[in-house]
């Protein structure tokens, strides 16, 4: 099997170390990396992140019609970008909206087949919608994009045990 090649965002942006904090130093990528990776900056995952955020809280302080609003205008703003719809599974997984969560996924992955968050997004998704073989595939390929996934392993292991694995 043909092993899937990750591409840390980091390596776009600059490195974080643990007694510098974040290196701005620029590394090259190979012409392999995904397009993506070679446009954003660091001031515009700056900015995503702080919407990200803004969107969280929201959510998290029981305004969810305000933050599914400011989701759907950042969905609408960026399609460039795998994050605002690997936000909007999360919360349509978190909100039990477990189809919606999937197209979200979905959507990531048709543009970005190595995002290893958007199967593990699909694969909550299956979970919830009661699916665990179907979810159990996902769990690997999450896996399988990203060698160190806890959240992934465990969700594995929860849904071998319905299947009988």
Not at 43 to 70: H, N, P, T, V
Not at 92 to 120: G, H, I, Q, T
Request: proline share 5%; aromatic share 10%.
């Amino acid at each position: 099997m043909a092993r899937r090649t990750f591409w840390p965002v980091f390596a776009a942006v600059g490195i974080f170390t643990l007694q510098g904090g974040f290196s701005e130093e620029k590394k090259a990528l190979p012409k392999s990396a995904p397009a993506f990776l070679q446009l954003p900056h660091v001031e515009q995952q700056d900015q995503q992140a702080d919407r990200r955020s803004a969107i969280l809280r929201l959510w998290q302080d029981g305004k969810k019609k305000d933050a599914f609003k400011q989701l759907n205008r950042w969905l609408d703003e960026n399609k460039k970008s795998p994050a605002p719809s690997l936000l909007a599974s999360q919360l349509y997984s978190e909100e039990k909206e477990f189809k919606k969560a999937l197209a979200m996924a979905n959507r990531v992955l048709k543009n970005w087949p190595e995002d290893a968050d958007a199967y593990y997004w699909k694969a909550k998704a299956y979970e919830g919608l009661n699916k665990p073989v179907e979810a159990a595939n996902e769990y690997q390929a999450a896996l399988r994009a990203r060698d160190e996934f806890p959240q992934a392993e465990e969700g594995l292991k929860r849904v071998q045990v319905l299947i009988g694995k």
